[in-house]
Nanobody, 120 residues
Framework: QVRLVESGGGLVQPGGSLRLSCAAS????????MDWYRQLPGNRRELVAT???????NYADSVKGRFTISRDNAKNTVYLQMNSLEPEDTAAYYC??????????????WGQGTQVTVSS
């Protein structure tokens, strides 16, 4: 059993910053890629950023240069540092982890979501 718990969302003014965290708890698993997604108006889900187990990263064009994804493998935690936030970044943000157990590989786990609202 693996659980992903997100934190760090909230209300911020345009130009401000927030840092999201997503911690995986449980036993007996290893984490491969970890991602942050966001749910936009109209229920469209957008991949925001990805980080591999080796630390390679990828970003959506809309957040390049403003967001930074990182992870602490010892803590099974992924972070999303969001700077220069814009109203268009308002969304529910979800983390996803690609997790393997000795008996099963590449299972997707999702966090519960955390709301980010950018407004003056």
């Amino acid at each position: 059993q693996v659980r992903l718990v997100e934190s760090g969302g909230g209300l911020v003014q345009p130009g401000g910053s927030l840092r999201l965290s997503c911690a995986a708890s449980g036993r007996g698993f290893s984490i491969n890629d970890m991602d942050w997604y966001r749910q936009l108006p109209g229920n469209r889900r957008e991949l925001v950023a990805t980080i591999t187990s080796g630390g390679s990263t990828n970003y959506a064009d809309s957040v390049k240069g403003r967001f930074t994804i990182s992870r602490d493998n010892a803590k099974n935690t992924v972070y999303l540092q969001m700077n220069s936030l814009e109203p268009e970044d308002t969304a529910a943000y979800y983390c996803r982890a690609d997790i393997s157990f000795p008996w099963a590989k590449n299972l997707n786990y999702w966090g519960q979501g955390t709301q980010v609202t950018v407004s003056s």
